[in-house]
């Protein structure tokens, strides 16, 4: 009897055993489960970032065009003085610069005026040479502009020759036209007429003439007695 009790207690443990082993999974086990969980929550942390990084990012702009009504200041410069002063009416105006650019750009010996060879010289003598080519004679968004100012240094008594290409190639019409140009000593003369005659559009103003050493507060007064 005493025989049997102890058969069965052994059978029992080991029943009793064999039900814990099969319900505690092994360390590697518990190791692997573990790692499996940080690899999942680590990856949906990286999709919800990338998500939310994605949703904040600025969309593209367009380029920006200017607005109706604008000011447009197109100047040719040749050493320059012309272009400081545009610059001044750009910044007084809020307007927009755009510089008239010779493809063939003209070079220090170029303007030369006392010598009778060299191209500023050459040009003046021969009106078919005076068809300067621009890198640009357009305007992007040229409909845009109401107010256009125009300046050029005096050349020979007459507007620079580079501008009237860009004459040429626009359209003036409904828009207020102001040319101003620089000069060592020379006035403007009939340079603002010549343009308006060669734009053949556009209402013209009278045009103003600085000096060479233009300051900002010359362009501040000339600017107050247009009333624009």
Request: glycine fraction near 10%; charge should be negative.
């Amino acid at each position: 009897m005493k025989r049997f009790a102890a058969i069965l207690l052994s059978f029992v443990m080991v029943m009793g055993l064999a039900a814990c082993g099969s319900q505690a999974p092994s360390s590697s086990q518990a190791a692997s489960s573990q790692g499996s969980s940080a690899a999942s929550s680590e990856a949906a942390s990286s999709e919800a970032a990338s998500s939310e990084a994605s949703s904040q990012a600025e969309p593209s702009q367009p380029e920006a065009q200017p607005e109706e009504g604008g000011t447009l200041v197109v100047y040719f410069s040749a050493t320059g003085n012309t272009e400081e002063a545009a610059g001044y009416i750009a910044q007084l105006t809020g307007g927009d610069l755009f510089e008239l650019e010779p493809a063939d750009p003209y070079t220090s010996e170029d303007l030369n005026y006392g010598s009778a060879d060299s191209r500023v010289s050459r040009e003046h003598d021969d009106e078919s040479l005076r068809d300067v080519a621009l890198v640009a004679d357009t305007v992007e968004g040229w409909d845009q502009y109401d107010t256009v100012f125009i300046g050029y240094p005096i050349w020979w008594g007459i507007a620079a020759w580079p501008v009237d290409a860009f004459i040429e190639a626009n359209d003036f019409t409904g828009k207020t036209v102001i040319p101003f140009c620089t000069s060592a000593s020379s006035g403007l003369g009939e340079s603002g007429e010549l343009l308006a005659e060669m734009a053949g559009t556009g209402d013209w103003l009278e045009g103003h003439r600085f000096s060479s050493n233009v300051s900002e507060s010359d362009v501040q007064s000339w600017l107050d007695g247009l009333g624009l």
